[in-house]
């Protein structure tokens, strides 16, 4: 009698040590749920998942070149600019000697302006210089930075006026460097690249640059605009005609790497870092992917996935949002409660982000059977070692 009742006061000593040192894989829900806090404690935002969640989330963009950039127009009409390789064609009507045929470059032209007679002699291709003008013979120097090039053919007839017959002129960029967009990273050939007159947008010039050397999902475009940059994953501006933005003159536009993954821990078939391998994944295809949630182990009520926000997005769902004043992201813990059957609608149209981490909490029974099984194998010890005491 006096071994059993050593034993039970011993069991119930071990069940009280066995509480705060039995290992965990993780907080269990009630733990996340307290400690979100609040006031000058709050240590993150917490959401439960729903189907006005899902919806509030769905009207919000996070991170986008048509909000940052916010231009959808085709840019104005390129004009000239200091380094641009210009080439300039002057006809002379019957008569006019100052371009007749001569060490320039002549192109006869007999059928044009008025029929034989006429002579059109076209000048050495030439680079824009410092000072923004080009040679034209017998005039002054022609002032062309920052003209089209129809206000250069104007300015170069004017310049001739009176000093040739009836003289027509033909002014064409041969290669354009200040009217072009730089592009590399990962690209097939990193190059300038002049912007057409029709307006290009930023998968036109990807193409033109070769097109893209890494798998689509698993690359970023980022652009530089003055002092303005933004970064969309690449799967954003195919997927959505709006952040497909036309360029502008000297953006920069650089192709990053960026294999997506999010990671999966607690008590699922799989902790591991996941790859995205489409172009969206889902709660519900992320929980899948990991294996789904362990039956002796998981709490179906504590699915959490924890993220950081961009500020709007946390003032859309919590417009007294503290943490969100700051300015800066937000942590964000979502949960999912599986036990509640239209959740699994839920799983399906809550969308996982690149870095998000998924985790699933473990029962509170587990740890009562993890304390049994401590108990179980310290009774069994102790009742051995009484027995023996005791003979």
Known sequence: ?????????????????????????????????????????????FFDIDKPLIDALRHQRRGSLFSQFGDYRRSSESTIG?????????????????????????AS??????????????????????????????????????????????????????????????????????????????????????????????????????????????????????TKVARVPMLRVTGDPRENIYVRPNDVLTLVRAPRKFLVLGATGANAEVPFDSDGVTLAVALSKAGGLLDHRADPAGVFIFRYEPPNI???????????????????VYRLNLLDPSSLFAAQQFSIYDRDVIYVSSAPLTDVQKVANVVGQFSG??????????K
């Open 82 to 106: 200091v380094g641009d390789t210009v080439s300039v064609t002057i006809w002379e009507a019957p008569g006019g000697v100052l371009f007749a045929p001569s060490a320039m470059t002549v």
């Open 381 to 390: 010890f102790a009742i051995q070692g009484a027995l023996l005491a005791a």
């Open 109 to 226: 032209n007999s059928s044009s302006l008025g029929g034989g007679g006429n002579h059109s002699s076209t000048l050495p291709d030439q680079v824009v210089g410092r000072d923004g003008t080009i040679n034209v013979p017998f005039t002054d120097r022609i002032k062309v930075e920052g003209l089209t090039t129809r206000a250069v053919e104007t300015a170069i007839k004017k310049s001739l006026q009176g000093k040739t017959s009836d003289p027509q002129v033909a002014v064409n960029v041969a290669r354009s460097l200040s009217s072009a967009v730089t592009v590399n990273g990962e690209v097939n050939s990193a190059a300038r690249i002049p912007i057409s007159v029709r307006g290009d947008r930023l998968l036109d010039v990807i193409a033109n640059a070769g097109g893209l050397r890494v798998p689509v999902n698993e690359t970023d475009v980022q652009l530089t605009r003055g």
């Open 1 to 45: 009698m006096k071994v059993i009742e050593f034993v039970t006061v011993s069991a119930v000593a071990v069940i009280l040590a066995s509480c705060s040192v039995l290992p965990k894989a993780g907080p269990n829900a009630t733990d996340v749920v307290g400690m979100s806090g609040s006031g000058v404690d709050q240590r993150y935002e």
């Open 314 to 332: 946390v003032n859309a769902l919590r417009s007294d949002s503290a943490l969100a004043a700051s300015g800066v992201t937000v942590p964000v």
